[in-house]
T-cell receptor, first 117, second 112 residues
């Protein structure tokens, strides 16, 4: 079945570092991908919608300059957490629908655990 | 905009007992409903989905859910749970443009 690969799975870095997370659709093309953030024991919060070839759409309250999204191809979207600080520590998950209609389930990556020291 | 509410944050249950995890949705347009399971430090795995047609949907691992339009509910059920079903369960709703919104999650703990 369709698979979404997310890399890296764990990142530990110093405050002020920028971190890039990759999300790849392995056997299907994804014109749209979604980025979520999940705090411990909480639900997934949609951060932004990544659109191939155009600017991402950010949810209210999400800093676009802090969380840079690039969707340069039909199989790859990246999320860069710029100048990360401890409050950016979280579990980040990407997803992609296999198809363009809303009735398609999302395929999720395995997530990236980001810890900022 | 669509949204979902999961009524129980935690559900403890003994092994081989039945379980129901509750989910209510709100939307002014047609919706597509999903249940996902998340194991620790992993992404989400699709259990089942309702798109249209039969209101009783069967999924993986013996789970099923019933879409009830009049009550705007999509409760998840399993007649007999196993220890391995212990996980976080998320109800989700998607609109026509694929933006999926999740409920707060229900922690199912199966005790021996």
């Amino acid at each position: 079945g369709a698979v979404v690969s997310q890399h890296p799975s764990w990142v530990i870095c110093k405050s002020g570092t920028s971190v890039k997370i990759e999300c790849r659709s392995l056997d299907f093309q994804a014109t749209t991908m979604f980025w979520y953030r999940q705090f411990p024991k909480q639900s997934l919060m949609l951060m932004a919608t990544s659109n191939e070839g155009s600017k991402a759409t950010y949810e209210q309250g999400v800093e676009k300059d802090k969380f840079l999204i690039n969707h340069a191809s039909l199989t790859l979207s990246t999320l860069t957490v710029t100048s990360a600080h401890p409050e950016d520590s979280s579990f980040y998950i990407c997803s992609a629908p296999d198809g363009g209609h809303g009735n398609q389930p999302q395929h999720f990556g395995d997530g990236t655990r980001l810890s900022i020291l | 905009a669509q949204s979902v509410t999961q009524l129980d944050s935690q559900v403890p249950v003994f092994e081989e007992a039945p379980v129901e995890l509750r989910c209510n949705y709100s939307s002014s347009v047609s919706v597509y409903l999903f249940w996902y399971v998340q194991y620790p430090n992993q992404g989400l795995q699709l259990l089942l989905k309702y798109l249209s047609g039969s209101t009783l949907v069967k999924g993986i691992n013996g789970f099923e859910a019933e879409f009830n339009k009049s009550q705007t509910s999509f409760h998840l059920r399993k007649p007999s749970v196993h220890i391995s079903d212990t996980a976080e369960y998320f109800c989700a709703v998607s609109g026509e443009n694929n933006d999926m919104r999740f409920g707060a999650g229900t922690r199912l703990t199966v005790k021996p």
